[in-house]
């Protein structure tokens, strides 16, 4: 089994639906991650969180929100999805004391008509 | 703030020749480098990470990368690249004492039977 689950692997959802991705992770990290991937883009940062009590906003965290349910839960949401969002998602853990390695999740594709 | 540059979109190699993937970094303080691959349809995956030390790190797959800090380039390297070497290959910098990770946008390596 994989230590960063995301679900869905892949969705399709309209404009205006509500959509929320999944992460959890079995590695026993402190620290969470989501990352949105599009081509010539690279990985962009959209919200972290260091723990449970801790959230904290990205680069790009605009028409995103977040909830960090527990220590192995973060979970990402787009209230009103628009065409825009259409990208990869990847949930990334890592470690306080860690010098920066991320451990990735196997990634959600979202699409957005 | 702290950000990479990978200048190439894709990059050919044929089997049995070196390979090389570029990347440059700026930031304000001492860099936390590293580089990560991502095959299809996977997640990324750590590849090696510069902290400090000896210029030339090494890392998983037989890929090693050089720190040039007058250069500000962290090239990665593989002597003799393998056709599944193919994949998408991202560069991440990381200030000390910031704990996010900036992504360059990725190359795609192209290795040639």
């Known amino acids: 089994d994989a230590d960063v689950t995301q679900t869905p692997r892949n969705r399709i959802t309209k404009t205006g639906k509500r959509i929320m991705l999944e992460c959890s992770q079995t590695k026993g990290h402190d620290r969470m991650y989501w990352y949105r991937q599009d081509p010539g883009l690279g990985l962009r940062l959209i919200y972290y969180s260091f723990d449970v009590k801790d959230i904290n906003k990205g680069e790009i965290s605009d028409g995103y929100s977040v909830s960090r349910q527990a220590q192995a839960k973060f979970s990402l949401s787009l209230e009103s999805a628009i065409p825009n969002q259409t990208a990869l998602y990847f949930c990334a853990t890592s470690f306080l004391g860690n010098t920066g390695e991320l451990f990735f999740g196997e990634g959600s594709r979202l699409t957005v008509l | 703030a702290q950000s990479v540059a990978q200048p190439e979109d894709q990059v050919n190699v044929a089997e049995g020749n070196p390979l090389t993937v570029k990347c440059t970094y700026s930031?304000?303080?001492?860099?936390?480098l590293f580089w990560y691959v991502q095959y299809p349809n996977r997640g990324l995956q750590f590849l090696l990470k510069?902290?400090?030390?000896?210029?030339l790190v090494k890392g998983s797959y037989g890929f090693e990368a050089e720190f040039n800090k007058s250069q500000t380039s962290f090239h990665l390297k593989k002597p003799s690249a393998l056709v599944s070497d193919s994949a998408l290959y991202f560069c991440?910098?990381?200030?000390?004492?910031?704990?996010?990770?900036?992504f360059g946008k990725g190359n795609q390596v192209v290795v040639i039977p």
């Open positions: 930031v304000s303080g001492n860099p936390y």
């Open positions: 991440a910098v990381r200030e000390g004492g910031n704990n996010r990770l900036a």
């Open positions: 510069y902290i400090t030390g000896d210029n």
